[in-house]
């Protein structure tokens, strides 16, 4: 069986495991104030090129999307998010159960717009008793999207915009960030994203560590206190330099993003034989997760040697499945699942 | 200026007065320990046709809202309520943040039905990672509805069918209960609503008490503690009498039913004067709310004497807004608005 | 059977209920934006020598508390307390329950002092793992205390002033506040209040409301979107002009401090008799709570007719117990109470 | 500089970081699901001789005390714990952040005795206003307790009696299990603790891994949906695989146990090299912790070779501090430390 459900079901680049290994025995402080975490964070705020304040390590994703959110808000501000978004659908309520509402937008491809954005906050703000509602006080958006899709420039710089006039902190999931910054016909930079985000993330769990996600805070109202989140959500990891080896060894000579490429490639490989077939998707993408709508009776076939994460029903005959490529695929791997497909009547 | 905006801008019904002040100074013991809370209680079990385990008295609708759903709810579990639902919009996230999630459904006149219950429990339950996901558990509905619309029986007791099948709660908010008990259309008694409800609360601050809203428990895993969570979420009144006294005398003589009749009556007149200039609705209803669509000429003209409650914007003309009725209504100011309404040009 | 047992056995000042129901169908808006509103704030923000920012009026006192101090505190930081301070022990955790640590403080008296506030915080200061720790942020106290002892103008400056220095919050509940302004020996004014905390409230509930308190707001940290607050926690009452009728009432002529001044002296009537049996205190005060370690066998027999708290054992024939006088208590009731005592045996 | 200060200053034992790099490159599915993760419950079941319904792996200690108790308690109860409790003080109020109440009980020596669960619980049962108080639910121990001590049988025998009488659940905080199973007088077994708690979770962190706790759950109110506490919380480890293979490395052949004696040997010479200085200790204990109570400046010119931690000031002249060793602290630098004190003058 060769699983294509997930960026997640292989450990982690080998150099990542090699220099966990060599450094096993050396004695550090712990709770993230070692040596190679601050090296880490060094090394993520000149890729940021000056345009962040911290840089904080904690183990995974929901944890990261909830401290951030709680360290943002107060209990009656609520976070707009598409409809799709990962705190709106798959981390268990854990924003809510932080205390916070998350407010949803409609999104047919999982971005959010400007002009929803705009609308969602004058109508609050028009409302005589607006008390009487959750107040918006910040925007999370995902890149790529969990569907797969990117932010561009124009598109990212129009919601700092609207965040910016509104008061509204702007804040980017990046659990995939590096599939998307280095997907075809993205225009966006790390430091573009520094400069128009109040608060992002770099995530490691998906994209060659063991786990780890790295927020990088550029506002500083965000700053203050951030570590007492941190501890208190149950994020600050004891032996915190296992997240600085990571995130070090991820950023020496751009590997985050070299390996990132392998996996937009090696998708690019599977979509061309979906096409050859003639099958239509969910949402088009240029990243790593690839959203075919295929007949029920194909996706049985490859079922038998390939896993794949199932959508949604789209009609009797017809599915929509998930089929991802992460750093660790293999070109064999998915040299079969082409000719696989290629093979399908 | 004559206020139509909403159905609590009196103080209470007269004789709920004169019973407050004639009980002024005998003492008695508090948070609704005392003989009037169960004499209260008493009543409103009757009328309930002993389909009641427990009636507890709290002051506010938020309030209680948010006690319910939190004596209902562990934190991973989430309440499935119509997009429209009070608990939704107008609570400023009172129910996250005690820790829940909110599963809005859509609705165009502010009910939910069996059929969507439905099919968001299997979606969840189908889920192959369903603990990454809020586990519905209980059904928020109001009746009437925020739209003025009301449940019949057939209806309710789908979804009571539908919520016995999988293990949720039904809870209905009746803020303005006797509003739709005495409806035209309604075929619903109190002991209907109590037979299919685990629990449901009847509104006294909208239909003539000074405050106040009388919870009834139906279901024994609702019961236990409950009196904690009232303490906890301040809604255990010190001089807990003043509720039952308000609500002993509102069942007295089915004064309840009496008054919020009166209100739907006058409400009756209104909606035939506009029934005569040719508006449509929002949404149809027979309660005390009215909801027109009206040009804004119009509506500019009848500001100057009169307060309702702006709701919409429908095109660059015309507006929907809000007339309510109450108990405390007057004939003769509905006599002045339907005759300024018959008199709109 | 007397009821001496607390200080909210009957309604309210027969001066409030009268003008409760002059006013009754006049119609207002709701949720405190009213005239009676507005005129009762400002009649406090008078009494507190323009030392207020604002006035904010809520229903029950464990609502205000965990209102205010879920307003100030971010969830990382904790509310100092004494360890028998209200919110500590009697508000089954509702504090905890907005996601705050109570700290507690040693006391015997029911009061704290700066110095221990100056060793709490140091104490968190100089943790080398501070954030592993909660942060102090707030100090509340209650004046009187839950003992019935009151703080003193240097006890109170000295308060502020350590606050100040440590940038944290002072916070007093004034559920009593009229019985401690009012006490022999209490040297504070409400303007003095207003001047040394960042907030406080006056409690309506326990001095002659039906219900109520009003929040004063003196630092302008805790005055943005506390209305948010309010709405959220359940406390905002859909007729608040009830709570400025009732306060504008209790503020005309002083008479809060009238009535507050009246239940005083017939606790000493008490105090005087309890002295001539030579019974000892709890703890010795000035105020409408009374204290007195008695023999169980003069318990056992004024229970037959009187209603008391019991407080705790004191030892295997002496127990400490409450009487409360209040506005509301009569001279004649208390003669009764006084002769029973003489007669004791 | 060798670290004395703690027992998480290295990576993990040698045998888990070979395991993870053998099988890094495998494809398992994630969170938790795959064989490594069911093999290592399974093996932690026999050790617990049947005595565990489910076993789950997170990946801190602060989110596992986080997520038992808030699977355990509903937000009206509290958690009895002893006052230097981890969860009551350094864990930045991970507990009243999820809404409940830390019950702290005097402890000098960081154990908690059946008898005071029993006054504490009667105290509050006996209440005629119970409801106005938190409801003891949950009594937190830790083994070994923050101070060092260990639990005997009889100990925890008599917990487990009083906690069954009162329908409390008991957990045991295991973050240092090891070290306390194997320390000198040690009379438990894991069996017995799986016996006598309701919940307990065996530490990875502090003993050989590179994190990770392993929580056994015996009664089943606490097994119902504890994955969707675990996601929620942000404990879910998408890799959940690292969990598995670390504690099933830990558990085969009683690695675990042999590296937690190696701590408690090396431990032991250090304190026989203070006891031949004659300091006393903060309080006396067998397992890995330390806590001597030494002239400050003997700790001054120890603090040039050896990291320790500060504990407290003792009077003017002497402060007490703490000495860790751990499952990889070396002969030879225990050997360093104890010619360093021998030779102190």
Not at 122 to 143: A, C, F, R, W
Not at 252 to 257: S, V
Request: include cysteine; aromatic fraction near 10%; charged fraction near 25%.
């Amino acid at each position: 069986m060769i699983l294509f459900q997930c960026d997640y079901n292989e450990g982690c680049h080998p150099s990542i495991i090699e220099k966990l290994s060599e450094t096993n025995m050396e004695q550090t402080v712990g709770y993230g104030m070692d040596d190679y975490c601050k090296q880490a964070a060094d090394m993520i705020c000149q890729k940021c090129e000056n345009n962040a304040l911290d840089v904080h390590f904690l183990v995974g994703g929901t944890q990261t999307n909830a401290t951030v959110i709680d360290a943002a808000l107060r209990s009656y501000q609520g976070v707009i998010s598409a409809v799709s978004g990962h705190i709106n659908v798959h981390e268990t309520g854990a924003v809510e159960a932080m205390g916070h509402k998350v407010l949803a937008l409609p999104s047919d491809d999982g971005k959010i717009r400007a002009e929803q954005i705009k609308q969602l906050y004058e109508l609050h703000q028009g409302d005589s008793d607006k008390e009487h509602t959750v107040q918006p006080k910040m925007v999370y958006i995902s890149n790529p999207t969990e569907l797969g899709t990117i932010y561009y420039k124009e598109e990212l710089e129009e919601l700092a915009k609207v965040c910016h006039t509104y008061g509204l902190y702007l804040f980017m999931d990046g659990a995939r960030l590096g599939y998307g910054l280095t997907a075809e016909g993205n225009d966006l930079t790390m430091a573009d994203i520094a400069r128009c985000c109040d608060v992002f993330y770099i995530g490691g769990t998906k994209v060659g560590a063991l786990f780890g996600e790295a927020v990088v805070i550029r506002n500083k109202d965000l700053q203050k206190d951030f570590r007492y989140f941190i501890k208190q959500k149950g994020g600050m990891l004891a032996k915190g330099r296992l997240l600085g080896i990571q995130f070090s060894t991820l950023f020496e000579n751009d590997l985050y993003f070299t390996i990132a490429q392998h996996a937009n490639k090696l998708a690019d490989e599977i979509r061309a034989a979906l096409n050859r077939k003639g099958y239509s998707y969910l949402v088009e993408n240029t990243t790593n997760q690839i959203f075919p709508i295929m007949p029920d009776e194909h996706l049985k076939i490859l079922s038998d040697k390939y896993g794949y994460c199932y959508q949604a029903k789209i009609d009797d005959t017809h599915s929509a499945v998930r089929f991802c490529t992460s750093w660790a695929t293999t070109e064999e791997n998915v040299k079969r699942l082409v000719e696989d497909i290629d093979g399908l009547k």
